[in-house]
């Protein structure tokens, strides 16, 4: 099982090599901003590493929303992280779910996730694995809680498009652990990346606040058995930096092969 980390986007081989990862997850360019990723000099050496590569896409790209001044500079963004993600060998580019303004049909909002897939569709697809990610609140949310996910697929999963399942954000958004996986596969047929977070706060609480393993509100075995029977990679996306990250990677190693 190929387990390993979020980690500065500077030098992602080394912050692997610190924390005794099989894999990276960063970000190409600012995740709360609008502006395209540049080339990378390291390019080639990510493409040629053992150390597998996975890119979170910006927080800011909403494909769901009804605002047009979001959803099309979203889609343009999405192709372009995409574009990049190839480049470095990615073999995932993560996005997260979106969302509708209040007083909005969600309905439009997975039609319009349909619509900016079947649009890159017919132009050849992103180029890389697009794999949407479980959101941690909101109310008109397409992937917090997993009726709406259901919908989402509904709209998007004959572009092959994967899901990245994240611990956290499903304890914050209301969606029990404890069978999580058997849920989702019968929603989504397949889980590719598993974001294996602790959360800070309370179980429906919505809030997106990460915690080390051994620490928080989610029971550390049921992050372990979700590992465990997804059977799909794994990173951490938790805090304490080197040190932290490299105690929860090797806390999961030691416990998923029990």
Known sequence: MRIGAHVD???????????????????????????????????ALLRGSEVDVYIHAPYVIN????????????RKLLLGHAGAAAEVGAKGLIVHGGHVNAGDDLTVGFDNWRKAFA??????????PVFIEN??????????????LARLWDAVGEYGVGFCLDTCHAHAGG???LDIVDRVKAITGRIDLIHANGSKDSFDSGRDRHDNLANGTIDP????????????????ETPGG??????????????VGR
């Open 9 to 43: 986007a500077t030098d992602p081989l080394d912050e692997a090599a610190l924390r005794k990862a099989d894999a990276v997850q960063f970000f190409l360019a600012d995740p709360q901003g609008w502006k395209a990723p540049q080339p990378r000099a390291d390019a």
């Open 242 to 255: 080197v040190d932290g990250q490299a105690t929860d990677i090797a806390y999961l190693r030691d416990r």
């Open 119 to 128: 649009q890159v569709a017919e132009s050849g697809g992103h180029g890389v």
């Open 221 to 236: 075995d049921l992050v372990v058995e979700v590992v465990r029977t997804a059977g799909a990679p794994v990173i951490v």
């Open 175 to 177: 969606e029990d652990l």
């Open 63 to 74: 494909l769901a929303t009804t605002n047009n001044r979001i959803r099309i500079p979203s």
């Open 135 to 148: 959101t941690a609140g909101g109310d008109n949310a397409c992937a917090r809680r997993f009726d709406n």
